[in-house]
């Protein structure tokens, strides 16, 4: 993954970006790309276990997570060091505490 980051910085700063936006769009594109290699896995994966017609089907959404994914946005966030976190869940103290019906 660093070398992907390094290569997107370097055709970034080849192409007029600067400063923080080198490491913003870097991180972006080697995020995307990642998603993209995934997607690859997935699919193979399905082909061997499953059928084409569901290899397809399971590309095809995933395709879609990841068109619809706003990557630098998520660079920034990562570069900043925020995360987005959910709430924590309630610590259990005993035996009976279980799922709550």
Do not use: C
């Not at 061997?48 to 590309?59: G, L, P």
């Not at 995933?62 to 990557?71: H, L, P």
């Not at 998520?74 to 505490?97: F, I």
């Amino acid at each position: 993954m660093e070398r992907l980051v390094l290569d997107h910085a370097i055709h970034a700063a080849a192409n007029a970006t600067s400063g923080r936006g080198i490491a913003e769009k870097a991180v972006g594109q080697a995020l995307n790309d990642r998603g993209a290699s995934g997607i690859k896995q997935v699919e193979e994966h399905y082909l061997r276990k499953s059928s084409a017609k569901r290899a397809h089907n399971v590309r095809d959404r995933m395709e879609q997570a990841v068109t619809g994914t706003d990557f630098e946005s998520m660079a920034r966030r990562l570069l900043d060091g925020r995360q987005k976190s959910g709430p924590k869940p309630s610590k259990r103290q005993g035996l009976d505490d279980g799922v709550k019906l």
